[in-house]
C-alpha cells in the first residue's frame, strides 16, 4: 500500500516502515527488531556465572542486616511518643492516662514478644545477641518515656509526703516531763 503524500507538517516525523525494512536487510530478517535498535551482545553463560557470584552477597550478611533494622524498629517510636506525651498534657485525665498505659505496657509486650520478633533471622551462622540487645534497650527507652510521664503528672511516689501514711507518729515517753 502506498502512501498519499500530504503537506502537513506532521509529514516530517512520520517514517515509512516498508522502506525502512528494505534498506537493512539485517533487521528485516528478525521480525522483533526495532527501529534504530542495534542488537545487544548477550555474555556467555561462563560470564552470566560469574557476574553471579560476583555480586552475591550471603544469606547470613542479609540477615544480620534484617535483624539489626527489626532492633531499632522501637526506637522509631519515641518521636511520636514524645509527640503524645507533649499533647496529653501534665493533667490527670483519661487521655493522658491511657498513653501513660500505651506507653509502659507495648514495650513490655515488645520485649515479651522478641523470640517471635528475631525467629527468620536465627541461623548457627551468626548470633543474634547484639541485635536483641538494641531492642531490649529500645524498648526501655520507650518505657523510661512512659515513666516520666507519671512523674510529670505527680502519679510516682518520689517525694516523703507520698509516704505519710507509712511513718510512725512520735509519740512522747512517759518519763519526759511534757511542756505546758
Known amino acids: 500500500m502506498a502512501r498519499k503524500s500530504t503537506s502537513s507538517p506532521l509529514q516530517a516525523w512520520s517514517l515509512n516502515y516498508d522502506q525502512l525494512a528494505h534498506k537493512n536487510n539485517k533487521q528485516s530478517d528478525n521480525v522483533d527488531a526495532i527501529v534504530g535498535f542495534a542488537g545487544l551482545k548477550t555474555p556467555a553463560k561462563q560470564d552470566k ?91 526501655l527507652a520507650c518505657m523510661a518515656l512512659g515513666l516520666y510521664k507519671c512523674w510529670s503528672m505527680g502519679l510516682l511516689p518520689t517525694e516523703s509526703s507520698d509516704w505519710l501514711a507509712w511513718y510512725q507518729p512520735i509519740r512522747a515517753h512517759p518519763l519526759t516531763p511534757h511542756l505546758v
Open 49 to 139: 556465572s560469574k557476574a553471579v557470584k560476583e555480586r552475591s552477597v550471603s544469606t547470613t550478611e542479609i540477615q544480620v542486616t534484617k535483624a539489626w533494622e527489626a532492633a531499632y524498629a522501637p526506637a522509631k517510636t519515641i518521636p511520636m511518643n514524645l509527640m503524645m506525651m507533649w499533647m496529653s498534657g501534665n493533667s490527670v485525665q483519661i487521655f493522658s492516662m491511657m498513653v501513660v498505659a500505651m506507653m509502659i505496657m507495648n514495650p513490655l509486650k515488645g520485649i515479651m514478644s522478641m523470640h517471635g520478633v528475631f525467629a527468620p533471622f536465627r541461623s548457627p551462622n551468626h548470633s543474634l545477641l547484639p541485635q536483641m540487645t538494641a531492642f531490649v534497650l529500645c524498648h
